[in-house]
T-cell receptor, first 112, second 112 residues
Framework: QKEVEQNSGPLSVPEGAIASLNCTYS??????FFWYRQYSGKSPELIMF????GDKEDGRFTAQLNKASQYVSLLIRDSQPSDSATYLC????????????FGTGTRLTIIP | DAGVTQSPTHLIKTRGQHVTLRCSPI?????VSWYQQVLGQGPQFIFQ???????GRGNFPDRFSARQFPNYSSELNVNALLLGDSALYLC???????????FGQGTRLTVV
């Protein structure tokens, strides 16, 4: 059974610091990797996606992928209180398959 | 531009009843997926439809069924409701050939 593992947290980070969120996955054949942000009572919102090994940066967010280690991470620089949310890691079998396997999410709290 | 829209937003049903949830994808998106999110967990994949054909099914009982219409909107049906079916039901749409899924606001189903 395909699994995506995340530390459930809560993870507390001071405002302005770097928040580091981690995710491991079991299916070595996974091709697409996603980070979603979910505020309490709301639906998940896509933040980043990454397909290739290495880093991908978008504003304050950096996704890192290491397929050999089956590891995905999300870095949030200059953390803001509005970043407080649950972050979901999701994995897909291939580029054309929207069937996402999600982790349970990491609850992040930014402390002012 | 309208995002993914789901109806109703909230619903209360009694055990044993049937429920129909509706989803309209983003304009131009031909793929619709359904997910169930129980409180404190990540979303779990239920169904994927593309061009009115079922493309994937998650590990859910036959009480769950879905369909996609010619205008790419979709319905999720659940028969013989159980207390454990209480959850947030999410619809996601995506362009054909892309795994970047965008979620609707969800339908909060409570079974009493």
């Amino acid at each position: 059974q395909k699994e995506v593992e995340q530390n459930s947290g809560p993870l507390s980070v001071p405002e302005g610091a770097i928040a580091s969120l981690n995710c491991t996955y079991s299916d070595r054949g996974s091709q697409s990797f996603f980070w979603y942000r979910q505020y309490s009572g709301k639906s998940p919102e896509l933040i980043m996606f990454i397909y290739s090994n290495g880093d991908k940066e978008d504003g304050r967010f950096t996704a890192q992928l290491n397929k050999a280690s089956q590891y995905v991470s999300l870095l949030i620089r200059d953390s803001q209180p509005s970043d407080s949310a649950t972050y979901l890691c999701a994995v897909s079998e291939d580029f054309g398959n929207e069937k996402l396997t999600f982790g349970t999410g990491t609850r992040l709290t930014i402390i002012p | 531009d309208a995002g993914v829209t789901q109806s109703p937003t909230h619903l209360i049903k009694t055990r044993g009843q049937h429920v129909t949830l509706r989803c309209s994808p983003i304009s131009g998106h031909k793929s619709v997926s359904w997910y169930q999110q129980v409180l404190g967990q990540g979303p779990q994949f239920i169904f994927q439809y593309y061009e009115k054909e079922e493309r994937g099914r998650g590990n859910f009982p036959d009480r769950f069924s879905a369909r996609q219409f010619p205008n790419y909107s979709s319905e999720l049906n659940v028969n013989a409701l159980l207390l454990g079916d209480s959850a947030l039901y999410l619809c996601a749409s995506s362009l054909s050939g892309s795994s970047e899924a965008f979620f609707g606001q969800g339908t909060r189903l409570t079974v009493v």
